[in-house]
């Protein structure tokens, strides 16, 4: 090898190299830069300083390991700073040198891991170059915490906040470089208008109602091929909601229609497969919208909120051998949607109706049954009714059709308006939380829905992600295998499944 297109002064006395480069023609390589291989069997000092023109293309690196380079070997790049991006090029790992200088180069960022090999390292300065301490300096701030090389100071450029501060000294790395996504994980090929999940001996399931094909399909997490795949089928006739209930080992599914009444099933285990369980008392309900479950005391109950004009949502309670209607509720009212909240340690039932604003019933621990307590006052036509909590405080999202959607907090004595968020056909505002991540996801018959994502600092949700359901009627979070989903009903659609993912901004 000799020196091609390039010229350039090399000193080259006894067991030292001096390379100085200038002049060279742009797209030379420093490969080029190699002498004479039985010169390197004495080398022991290297310097190799690149001036002013260098230039470095996408193939270019040190080819440095070429001569087997013994102590006391130090190379500094001396760049023009405008052509230091150059700089991402550089190998570094294929050499044997044990001082680096890398010092007065401008450099802002280098590549990822670029001395993680460097075994013979003993030294490096990187004075003179200020760095972007953001997320793509991580892994240079782990380097530095774990070598046990000299480095100089590493100095900051940016963010603003750790400008002329030292890469050690930045203390966000650990929570701020990642960010989360949803991506479509799958698709399925019908409509749907609301999807329950449960967990049932370390296995993951879902039911979906889908009324058009009259059908409550449950669905199963695949562990090898790492999808949902068909489990059983309950079918029925306009299913509006299927609801899983798990009470000592066996699982229930509450089948609600708005035909030929409403029914529950059971996983029989001999069979392999749902059978129904029994009928639900259904003289006072007659279109289901809603169904909700929850405990008090130990005991299981579940709501169904009923919206025709003539219909009574009605309360209904295990007792051991089956369930049975324990208590009307409020008459006429053409109720949306229930809520069951535990608000300061006492159990609550929230109604949504289309004929006034949500009501509060709290539960009477004497009587055991819900009693008026309260309402939402100057909150019309609200659809949907859903609490969360977030850091031990308790919430409630609101969804409008038309107008905006609210969310509210709970004071000790009330709930107060939050946050707004402008609502275009929303039939569903659901929240949802994946570990630290808080969401509240807004349905849109007329355009996207919009993913939020809750800004711990500003404490309120910013819009995070905009996503394409047809006609979205629920959202329900499903969490498998150390994986979340996000599953999107449409009742005019696909039925979409979602996975929310991590992303390492450092990499
Ligand atoms: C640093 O030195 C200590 C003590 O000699 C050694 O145990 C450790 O493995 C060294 N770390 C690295 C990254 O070489
Ligand atoms: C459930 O029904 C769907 C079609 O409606 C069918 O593709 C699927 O195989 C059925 N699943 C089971 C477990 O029978
Ligand atoms: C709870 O029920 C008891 C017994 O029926 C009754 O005396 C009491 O007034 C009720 N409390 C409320 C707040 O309605
Ligand atoms: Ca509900």
Redesign the pocket.
């Known amino acids: 090898m000799g020196v091609h297109n390039c010229v350039c002064a090399c000193a080259f006395a006894q067991t030292t190299m001096c390379c100085v480069t200038h002049m060279c023609a742009r797209g030379t390589s420093l490969s080029s830069l190699v002498w004479v291989q039985s010169a390197s069997d004495v080398l022991e000092e290297m310097y190799v300083h690149l001036n002013s023109c260098f230039y470095f293309g996408l193939d270019d690196s040190i080819y440095a390991y070429q001569f087997n380079l013994k102590t006391k070997v130090s190379m500094s790049v001396l760049a023009d700073s405008r052509r230091a991006r150059g700089l991402g090029e550089i190998r570094l790992d294929v050499c044997r040198f044990n001082t680096y200088s890398l010092a007065n180069n401008h450099i802002k960022a280098l590549p990822r891991d670029v001395f993680s090999d460097l075994d013979s390292l003993i030294e490096l300065d990187l004075r003179g170059n200020k760095f972007e301490c953001d997320c793509k300096a991580k892994w240079l701030y782990l380097w530095l915490k774990m070598t046990n090389s000299t480095v100089s100071d590493v100095l900051c450029i940016g963010p603003p906040e750790y400008q002329e501060k030292k890469l050690n000294d930045v203390t966000s790395f650990d929570y701020e470089c990642t960010t989360t996504d949803f991506v479509v994980h799958q698709t399925l090929p019908?409509q749907s208008v609301s999807v329950d999940t449960f967990n049932s001996k370390n296995d993951v399931y879902v039911a979906i109602a889908?009324p058009s094909?009259e059908?409550c399909?449950?669905l199963e997490w695949d562990h090898i091929e790492m999808n949902f795949r068909?489990?059983?089928?309950i079918t029925g006739q306009s299913i509006v909601g299927c609801k899983a209930i798990l009470i000592d080992d066996q699982v229930f599914v509450v089948v609600a229609q708005l035909f030929g009444g409403s029914h529950i099933y059971r996983y029989d285990e001999s069979w392999t497969?749902f059978v129904k369980f029994q009928d639900i008392e259904v003289s006072r309900i007659s279109k289901p919208n809603d169904i909700e479950l929850f405990q008090i005391e130990d005991e299981t109950f579940f709501v169904i909120a009923d919206s025709s004009k003539a219909g009574l949502s009605t309360v209904y309670k295990w007792n051991s051998k089956g369930f049975y209607s324990y208590q009307s509720l409020h008459e006429w009212f053409r109720d949306t949607d229930a809520e069951f909240v535990d608000i300061d340690g006492k159990s609550h039932l929230i109604l949504s109706s289309r004929s006034q604003v949500p009501i509060i019933l709290q539960w009477n621990k004497s009587s055991k049954k819900f009693v008026p307590h309260s309402d939402i006052p100057n909150m019309e036509d609200v659809l949907a009714v859903k609490s969360f909590r977030m850091q031990n405080a308790l919430y409630l999202s609101l969804t409008r059709f038309i107008g905006d959607s609210r969310v509210m907090r709970w004071n000790s004595k009330q709930f107060v308006e939050i946050q707004a968020l402008p609502s275009r056909g929303a039939m569903t505002l659901q929240p949802f939380s994946f570990k630290e991540n808080h969401y509240l996801a807004l349905g849109s018959d007329y355009t996207f829905s919009q993913i939020y994502q809750w800004d711990k600092e500003k404490q309120f949700f910013k819009k995070f992600k905009e996503i394409y359901v047809q006609a979205p009627r629920s959202f329900t979070a499903v969490s498998t295998d150390r994986r979340d989903f996000f599953f999107a009903s449409s009742f005019k659609g696909k039925t979409k499944i979602f996975e929310h993912i991590v992303v390492d901004l450092s990499l």
């Open positions: 019908y889908q094909m059908n399909m449950v068909s489990y059983d089928n497969k």
